[in-house]
């Protein structure tokens, strides 16, 4: 049987920082309240002419070049995003044209789940023999709908993109992956941008009742996964949760029974980067010298549908020199 496996990681952030010093001096909020309740301190911001698809393919050159392969290699490209350049084209497509690839190139929404949703779609391509490489993204530009006037939203979100090359091998890299939805719950967390009510364009979003569902979700869809996978939280190297609030982190690594140092966190530095903040998660482990070949990781993310997901993958790249 073919299996798939990690073979590029990469990552982009956009230059421009916003600080909750900056956010203070837009709406009535403050350093110590985001956090404290968030563990967020700064956040990166596209500039006025820079899209999701230039976020994607700072990433996916970087995953490619890490990976050391030619664009003409990549089979397929999958882009998991909410915050789409435009309705169409898709921003894979735009991606696909900045990068200089030939492939079949499409969008995949499944909100800040868009990664997992994304890597389960490359796997599936891979273990059917449809496709040898494919350039897995999760990019998003969050701040584009986020309303600047709303503290409660505002202060939680920021951009980048982090990209896998997956490629065909002898050796199981992904391991098994566990994916849920439920569209009952569409307006605990939305955006309607195509609405004819302009003020319904903004992101809206039901705080408590997301925190909710996430603290509950996380745990369970982990251990589907991993169930899936032959194994359990003690084989785990690495917990790498979509990264939404510090205080979710720590309230899953508790009910996981798992270390906190275990739980991989971001989010001081980049807050909520939706279907971005996996990969981007997993490249600073792996720039920093963090991933050992064999290491266990569980990929877990939750967003707006409602979707969830967890996927187990086993590190087969070599620890960086
Ligand atoms: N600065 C200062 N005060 C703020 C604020 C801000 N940025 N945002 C909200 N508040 C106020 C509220 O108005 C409320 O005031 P009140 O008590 O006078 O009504 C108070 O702080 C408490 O608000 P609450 O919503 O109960 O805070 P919280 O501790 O639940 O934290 C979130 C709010 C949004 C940080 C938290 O619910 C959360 O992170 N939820 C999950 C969101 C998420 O992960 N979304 C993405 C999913 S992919």
Redesign the pocket.
């Known amino acids: 049987m073919t299996h798939a496996a990690v073979i590029g990681v990469g990552s982009y952030l956009p230059e421009h920082v916003l600080t909750n010093a900056d956010l203070a001096r837009m709406?009535?909020?403050?350093d110590e309240?985001?956090v404290t309740?968030?563990g967020i301190r700064e956040r990166r911001m596209v500039g006025p002419d820079e899209m999701t698809s230039d976020l994607a393919a700072r990433a996916g050159e970087r995953a490619l070049a890490d990976a050391n392969i030619a664009p003409e290699k990549v089979d397929l490209l999958v882009v998991g995003t909410s915050t789409p350049d435009m309705a169409f084209p898709s921003t894979a497509c735009l991606t696909q044209a900045k990068l200089g690839l030939t492939c079949p190139a499409y969008d995949l929404n499944a909100?800040?789940t868009g990664f997992i949703f994304a890597l389960q779609h490359a796997t599936a391509a891979i273990e059917s023999g449809r496709a040898k490489t494919v350039l897995v993204i999760g990019a998003d530009a969050l701040t584009r709908l986020v309303d600047f006037t709303d503290?409660?939203t505002c202060?939680?979100f920021g951009d980048g993109a982090g990209a896998f090359v997956l490629q065909a091998s002898k050796e199981q890299g992904v391991l098994g992956v566990h994916l849920g939805s439920d569209g009952h719950g569409a307006d605990l967390?939305y955006a309607q941008t195509t609405a004819p009510v302009p003020a319904d364009a903004f992101l809206k979003?039901n705080?408590?009742e997301?925190?909710k569902f996430?603290v509950r979700a996380i745990p369970k869809v982990t251990r589907q996964a991993l169930r899936e996978s032959h194994l359990t939280v003690d084989d785990v190297t690495w917990f790498v949760p979509?990264q939404?609030?510090q205080r979710?982190l720590d309230t899953i690594a508790d009910r996981l029974g798992v270390p906190h140092e275990r739980v991989v966190s971001t989010i001081e530095r980049t807050g909520?980067t939706s279907s971005a903040s996996i990969p981007l998660a997993i490249d600073g482990l792996y720039t920093a010298g963090n991933l050992k070949s064999g290491d266990i990781l569980v990929l877990v993310g939750?967003?707006?549908g409602l979707t969830w997901g967890a996927a187990v993958v086993r590190w087969t790249k070599k620890e960086i020199s």
């Open positions: 709406v009535e909020t403050s309240w985001i309740r968030t909100a800040c503290r409660s202060v939680l967390l979003m705080g408590n997301v925190f996430a979509h939404a609030n979710i909520n939750f967003g707006a």
